[in-house]
């Protein structure tokens, strides 16, 4: 019979259910991919800091990717991988800990839709008005689509995460590798459906817009490509937007597969591992798709790692 309390501060974290067999691996897995994900996003956000050639609004508006993966993963991974070294009964958080662990999340999540949205305008921009793209595109402009992105998710998640502090809590398991809202607002034994209409239009609305987005910026840059016998400006077309659409389909399909694990309850271990590749895959492979594709980054990292020349003595 499950235990009810009245408002607990201190709740527990039921995290994956693993044999002593498949623990280790699954923790050098998290934990090799984590080093991979810190390594590669500091490296390209310190790259496009420093390097004069990269201070264009194509890639500041990139740079927005790496540092969200950062800062979501730091609040995730480690936090899971401490877990799963101990017993169940000692992975505890505390309340006010698991808000935050789940704010933060929740708006890493958010914000990579929001900027990949404005990383197709920026595309949309660029391709479809290129004699008036230095005029659209200012420092002063990619400063609003960047306050815009996180002053959305920000807004966004601020209500989701509101609508669920507000409610009494009589439970203390969440049955979850971390925390989020889903694993918050099922604490409460209140009326939570609010929280799931919210919830369910939150995510409609964003990935709604979102894929709206994506088929209008492309219909257009299809369009112009298609009408225009500029191959330059087609070649041009091709490798910067086929990287951003490779970007955005990573993080869509791993949403996908997230929502729809969640549906099924008899694939409980597989939905939690979904959960986390939700955010440690995206963050993995956008530095290397775009580090691959940029001309820019591949030739900063030539000079950086092409042996130097001896003088003579």
């Not at 009245?6 to 002593?20: I, P, V």
């Not at 986390?276 to 000079?303: A, D, M, T, W």
Request: overall charge positive.
């Amino acid at each position: 019979m499950e235990n009810y309390t009245n408002n607990s501060f201190k709740l527990q974290l039921e995290g994956f259910n693993l044999s002593k067999d498949s623990m280790y691996p699954m923790f050098l897995l998290f934990f090799f991919s984590y080093m991979f994900l810190m390594v590669v996003n500091v490296g390209i956000a310190v790259l496009v800091f420093i390097d004069k050639n990269l201070h264009q609004p194509m890639y500041l508006l990139f740079c927005n990717l790496p540092i969200n993966d950062i800062l979501g993963n730091s609040i995730l991974v480690p936090r899971l991988l401490m877990d799963m070294l101990r017993p169940p009964s000692e992975r505890l958080i505390s309340y006010h800990e698991c808000v935050v662990q789940a704010f933060t999340i929740h708006m890493s999540g958010t914000a990579s839709v929001t900027v990949l949205m404005i990383m197709a305008f920026d595309r949309y921009v660029a391709i479809c008005n290129p004699l008036r793209y230095a005029t659209i595109m200012t420092n002063k402009m990619v400063i609003k689509l960047i306050v815009s992105a996180w002053g959305v998710a920000f807004v966004l998640i601020g209500i989701l995460l509101g609508l669920t502090i507000r409610l009494n809590r009589c439970r203390t398991l969440i049955t979850n590798p971390y925390c989020d809202n889903a694993g918050l607002f099922k604490l409460s034994c209140d009326n939570v459906f609010i929280n799931n209409a919210y919830g369910l239009t939150f995510t409609v609305v964003l990935f709604t817009g979102s894929i709206g987005s994506m088929i209008v910026t492309y219909t257009n840059i299809a369009v112009v490509c298609l009408t225009s016998k500029n191959k330059s400006l087609n070649s041009k077309a091709l490798k910067t937007c086929s990287t951003h659409l490779v970007v955005y389909l990573i993080m869509l399909l791993c949403a996908i597969s997230n929502v729809t694990l969640h549906r099924f309850s008899q694939f409980t271990d597989y939905r939690k591992l979904s959960r986390i590749l939700f955010h440690i895959v995206p963050g993995c492979l956008n530095p290397i798709v775009y580090g691959v594709q940029s001309k820019e980054i591949r030739k900063f990292l030539s000079k950086l790692f092409e042996p130097k020349k001896m003088l003579p003595s």
